[in-house]
Each structure stands twice: as structure tokens, then as C-alpha cells.
């Protein structure tokens, strides 16, 4: 990993907005290596899909493709693509789960309807669309926008007043949050048309996003393919507290598939309609967001806009993380943890140009884009879910000692209310005890004036008379030995497939000196086969080459370290060249040395002497993360290439 790191942050309003540049790529500095920003990004982004989808790499593919049935935004993950998404999920196990002691949940994809309705997701899980009417195609409607503003801003901005610059790039920047009448008025205001027919487009109106389906044969009870993982999580709360010794804070965390229905999936794995969601929802006390271990992470310095310095022009200071959050900047130490060493800690691993913008978002060819959505959730789901369930979904702080409040009671004498108005009484009962201390005061008040009090009762649609002798409603001093409270969420969640996109464009290079070899630069850590052994000559008499490699090779996995045996006997050129592009970061080589072999690194391409003993044990350190190429130098110097014709 580079060890500068550059971080740029803002906030805005409740949310932190933070702007962090934490690793340039190795390469920018590096004359061996063609940098992608010289190219043209069409360009760059075609050889780069071409790349990983071809047959020949297959690191994914678009699934079904025989069947050519216009179905987007479903892809399958093949060979190589299984195994570096298989690391990144390990990588983020060990980084959260394993360090953070997070409790894993594994929830199931199918949800009942009940569920989703308590969550909000039934009602409001909508993107605005805008349809073509004269093809009948559909757009997002926020989307379209976008584009077109993007556009202008990239096209004319030369030709553009300077008012009209500055409302463009409001409008970029609100657009997510506009409502259906902002988006329609904009986009007629803009004369937005469909893209590719350039038909106009209808008012936007709300799409649900969730694939319905219905559980068991009767097609009687409904259910959704999961938008999100996080509900699983929340549905659990009341057993994972108790599992977790009913203490908080306490992370819990799931990885799974999530389902959406996109309006219009495109770019690739940015936009799909089944994805891999890894999820962490971090329950607190809502009044002491307090995060244990801040002391890891409050040193790191980021560039952020302090509170009273938003705004157009404002420029960003650098500030300690807990300076920022002692003034309020980020506004609280639960916050600032999750981006200092969760978010920035297991990004950067993966060496990517991210930054955080309310959410944590990666450079690539698409410009910045959201990986990792970082939502303050407060107690809404929880709240929601014993509405619903009935079953309280809250936390309890016991007092060290009782402490004395003064507490509201509110007694409707049954009795008295059943004789005034008979089948109304339970609704009238259930009206008074819900009221609020101010109203209960009120009331209080009329009945010691008045002798009676007009009473709305809401379900029953009208008002009624209450009488002193139907209600007795008093404050008491009583003795409390806890508090009960909903936790507040915070929740960072990770597309995985977004992070793993991004990793290809930011690992992907040619190098121009090797006739425009294609290669993978993955860190060892995700990189799919970690190593590549193969003999430097195929010995014919008694393959004495070959069994040493394949002895390697057995070592190497019996070890955990994956690797491909390459007894082909084509050239070294060739075969160093196949595992370039498939990103293999070393490559043993068995040569007429008997007691050992050499590891070749990838982008260096420089190459060591190891004795053969040591090899499997430095390949897998080098692999996990516990070493690294450069701090092995010192113990094994570099040695130049030995050539086929050195061989005896
Ligand atoms: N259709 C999708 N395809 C792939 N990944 C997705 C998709 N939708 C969301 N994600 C990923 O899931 C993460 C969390 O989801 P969240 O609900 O916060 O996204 P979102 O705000 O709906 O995303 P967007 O605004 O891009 O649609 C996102 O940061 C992103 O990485």
C-alpha cells in the first residue's frame, strides 16, 4: 500500500461529506506503465471489458448470453472472477468481522411481505422513471438528467454564462434528492429527451424496485427478493443483543445477494439487478455515540470543510479526525471510526483512488462513483419492526442506583366510560392512555375547571365528553433501575461489485515495451492465483524439472496458496506474459539449481533466489500481507534473469 495518504473532506448538514484521496496507483510514477487517464476512457473501459469477459480470461460474463433475450443487468462471475471476489469477501470478513468482533448473521434472500412493509420498502423503495412513449422504453429519470447536465458542463462549457455553470452544478448535486414535480420541471425546462430515439419523455413518476414473489404453493402469502441485507440484521436485534451479553455498541454484519429491479441497469457490474451487498449495522446508544477504539484513528489527517466553511468556494482544511469531531465537523465518534479505519482502512488496502462524499466513492472511468453507502439509520428500522412484530426491539441501561422520576399516569375508569358510551368505550380507553404529557395536562386542567372536557378521539372520527369520574390522571414520583431505549444505526454498506469493477480498472495497465502486454496489477492479497510454478526447461530424460515444480505446487496448496502449474514448455516470455494478464503476482521458476528456485514479481519484474525449503512459506507471507516486495530486498537481493541458454 502507498503509504501517503491525501484525504479531502467536507460535511453537510447531518451527514459527513469528506473527501479523502488516499492512495495514488504505484503506477502514475512509474514510466514502464501506459496511465489510463492519457487514454481515452471509451477506449480504455472498451479494452478493459473486452479483456475481462472474454473467453479467455473470463473474469465475468454476462449471464445467459445464449440465450440472447435482452436481459441486462445480470452477470456471472467465472474462474478468476470466483476467486478475487472470493478474497475481497475474506479481506472484508477478516477487516470487519474477525477485527471489529462483529457478530455475521447469513439471512435469507426471500422476505415476506410483512417485513418489507414495516421497513418502508412496500411504500417507498422507488426510483423516478420517465418512459419513452413513442418506443416504450423506460429511463431513470434522475439519470437522464444527470447525463444531461454532465454533458453540457463537458461539451459547452466554454459557450456557458457563468450562473448557468453554477445552477448546472446545483442541479448535479441536488438531483438525487429532488421529488417527482423538481425532476419533471427541470427536465422540461431542459427539454431532457430519451437517449439514442430522442423522443420526449413523460413526467417522472415512482417505480418499485423490489422482484415479488410469492412464498409456498397457495400464492397466498407474499414476499420480495431482498433489496438489502440490513433487514435480517434488525429482525435479529433482540437475540443478537442478548447473544452479545445485552451490552452495547455492537456491530452485526451480513454478506448475501441483494435484488433490484433497476429501471435501467448499465456500465457494467455498477448497475445490476442482482448484486453482492456486504452490510455492517452498527446498533449504538443514541445518546452516547462513543466509539471505544477512536484513539486507533483520531491522528489521521483529512481536508474537510469545518462547519461554518461550507459553502461555493469555501476550500477545504486539513484536520485531525478527532479535532473534527471534538468541533462537530463529524458529528460523532461512532462516524468518525467507521471512516478512518473502516472505510479508508479497507478500501485502501485494495490501493483505489476513493474519497468520501457523504458516501465513499471510487474514481474510475465513470468519473467518482458511490461503492459504499454510509447511512445514520438512528432507531427508524428498529422503531418500525415492534411497531409491527409487536416484540420490543430495544436496549435497557441499568442504573447503578435507582433513580427517582417523575413519571405520567394516566387510569381510565372502565367502569364509568363503559355506562357513557357503551361499544366506543375500548377506543375511548385506548385514546386516553395514549395521550402525551402536555395534552394529559391539558386535559387535567379542563376537567378541575370545567367539571368536563370535549375529548377527540381519532378512531373513532368525532369528540366526546369526559368526565372527572372517568379519568384519573396524576404525576409520580417512582422509582426507575433502568433506562429502556431504541439503539441508533449506523450503517456502512459495501458493493461488492462496484469495489470489485473499480479494482479491475485501477489494476489494469499495458505495458508498451512488451508489445502492449495487458496486465492486472491486483494487490497479492485479492489477486485470483497468487502464483504461477513452472520448470525454466522441460527436461525430457527424467522430467527431474518438473517433479520439483510439481512438488511446489502441492506445497503451495496444501499451504493455501493458490497457483497453477505450467509444464507446457512454451517460452518463459510467453508463459510470464499469460500470467501477467491474468494478474498472477509471482512466478516460481525451477531451474538446474538443486537446492533452489526463483520468485519473479510481476510489476517490478524483478526476480530473487530462494532456497526451495523457504519458498512456500515466503510466497504465502508475501500473499496474506505479512510481507511485502520491497521490505524483502534487504534479505534477498535481486539476481539477473538465467536464460534458457545458460542451462546447461
Ligand atoms: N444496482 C446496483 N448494482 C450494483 N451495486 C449496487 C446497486 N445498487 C446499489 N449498489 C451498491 O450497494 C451500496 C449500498 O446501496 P444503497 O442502497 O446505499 O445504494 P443506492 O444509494 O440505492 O445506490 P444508487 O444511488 O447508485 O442507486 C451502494 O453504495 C452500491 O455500492
Not at 384519573?472 to 426507575?480: F, H, N, P
Not at 479491475?504 to 492486472?520: A, G, I, M, Q, W
Amino acid at each position: 500500500m502507498d503509504s501517503t495518504e491525501k484525504l479531502l473532506g467536507k460535511t453537510l448538514a447531518e451527514k459527513l461529506t469528506m473527501e479523502s484521496q488516499v492512495s495514488d496507483l504505484k503506477s502514475s510514477s512509474s514510466s514502464s506503465v501506459t496511465d489510463k487517464s492519457s487514454l481515452d476512457e471509451e477506449v480504455f473501459r472498451k479494452n478493459l471489458v473486452n479483456m475481462l469477459t472474454s473467453a479467455k480470461n473470463m473474469f465475468y460474463v454476462p449471464s445467459f448470453k445464449i440465450y440472447n433475450s435482452g436481459v441486462s443487468g445480470l452477470y456471472d462471475y467465472a474462474p478468476p472472477g470466483c476467486a478475487l471476489k472470493s478474497n475481497v469477501l475474506a479481506l472484508w470478513r477478516q477487516h470487519f468481522v474477525l477485527e471489529e468482533n462483529m457478530l455475521e448473521v447469513d439471512c435469507p434472500c426471500i422476505t415476506p411481505e410483512v417485513v418489507l412493509q414495516a421497513s418502508g420498502h412496500v411504500d417507498k423503495f422507488t426510483d423516478l422513471m420517465v418512459k419513452d412513449e413513442k418506443a416504450g422504453t423506460f429511463h431513470r429519470a434522475d439519470h437522464l438528467l444527470k447525463d444531461f447536465c454532465t454533458e453540457k458542463l463537458q461539451k459547452e462549457l466554454t459557450a456557458l454564462s457563468a450562473e448557468k455553470v453554477q445552477e448546472l452544478k446545483h442541479v448535479l448535486a441536488m438531483v438525487a434528492d429532488f421529488s417527482p414535480e423538481q425532476l419533471g420541471s427541470k427536465i422540461k425546462e431542459y427539454g431532457v429527451v430519451a437517449p439514442v430515439t430522442k423522443n420526449p419523455v413523460s413526467d417522472p413518476y415512482p417505480f418499485n424496485l423490489m422482484f415479488q414473489t410469492s412464498i409456498g404453493p397457495s400464492g397466498a402469502v407474499l414476499g420480495y427478493m431482498r433489496p438489502e441485507t440490513a433487514q435480517g440484521i434488525f429482525v435479529n436485534f433482540k437475540d443478537s443483543y442478548y447473544y452479545n451479553g445485552s451490552k452495547l455498541p455492537f456491530a452485526a454484519a451480513q454478506i448475501g445477494q441483494a435484488f433490484r429491479n433497476e429501471i435501467s441497469p448499465r456500465q457494467g457490474l455498477f448497475r445490476v439487478r442482482e448484486f453482492t451487498l456486504a452490510e455492517i449495522e452498527h446498533f449504538v446508544d443514541p445518546e452516547d455515540k462513543y466509539h471505544p477504539r477512536l484513539s486507533e484513528v483520531e491522528d489521521l489527517e483529512f481536508l474537510m470543510f469545518p462547519r461554518e466553511e461550507q459553502g461555493p468556494g469555501k476550500d477545504a482544511v486539513k484536520l485531525r479526525l478527532g479535532d473534527a469531531v471534538t468541533n462537530g465537523t463529524v458529528n460523532n465518534q461512532t462516524l468518525a471510526y467507521f471512516i478512518g479505519r473502516n472505510v479508508c482502512g479497507s478500501v485502501s488496502i485494495l490501493e483505489m483512488r476513493w474519497h468520501i462524499m457523504q458516501h465513499a466513492e471510487i474514481q474510475c472511468s465513470y468519473g467518482w462513483t458511490e461503492c459504499v453507502g454510509i447511512a445514520d439509520r438512528s432507531a427508524y428500522d428498529l422503531r418500525a419492526h415492534s411497531e409491527k412484530s409487536g416484540i420490543p426491539l430495544v436496549a435497557h441501561e441499568k442504573f447503578s442506583a435507582p433513580r427517582e422520576v417523575e413519571k405520567l399516569v394516566i387510569i381510565p375508569v372502565k367502569e364509568e366510560l363503559g355506562l357513557a358510551f357503551k361499544g366506543n368505550q375500548k377506543k375511548i380507553v385506548e385514546a386516553l392512555e395514549a395521550m402525551d404529557e402536555k395534552e394529559a395536562m391539558e386535559v387535567k386542567a379542563a376537567l378541575e375547571l370545567h367539571g368536563e372536557v370535549e375529548f377527540q378521539v381519532c378512531t373513532l372520527g368525532k369528540a366526546v365528553t369526559i368526565k372527572p369520574s372517568m379519568v384519573s390522571i396524576s404525576k409520580e414520583i417512582k422509582k426507575e433501575y433502568q433506562r429502556v431505549f431504541t439503539p441508533s444505526v449506523i450503517e456502512p454498506s459495501f458493493g461488492i461489485g462496484r469495489i470489485i469493477y473499480c479494482l479491475f480498472e485501477h489494476s489494469f495497465y499495458t505495458r508498451p515495451e512488451d508489445e502492449k502486454l495487458n496486465v492486472f496489477r491486483f494487490p497479492p492479497v485479492v489477486a485470483p492465483i497468487k502464483c504461477t510454478v513452472f520448470p525454466l526447461v522441460q527436461d525430457k530424460k527424467d522430467n527431474k524439472y518438473d517433479a520439483v515444480a510439481k512438488e511446489i505446487s502441492k506445497s503451495l496448496t496444501a499451504a493455501g496458496v493458490s497457483n497453477k502449474l505450467d509444464t507446457t514448455g512454451t517460452t518463459i516470455g510467453k508463459r510470464y506474459a499469460r500470467t501477467d494478464e491474468l494478474g498472477v503476482p509471482f512466478a516460481i521458476t525451477v531451474d538446474d539449481d538443486t537446492t533452489t528456485v526463483t520468485i519473479r514479481e510481476r510489476d517490478s519484474r524483478d526476480q530473487i533466489r530462494v532456497e526451495i525449503n523457504k519458498v512456500v512459506r515466503l510466497v504465502q507471507d508475501l500473499t496474506n500481507g505479512v510481507r511485502t516486495w520491497a521490505n524483502i530486498q534487504s534479505e534477498y537481493p535481486c539476481v539477473p534473469f538465467k536464460k534458457m541458454n545458460d542451462l546447461p
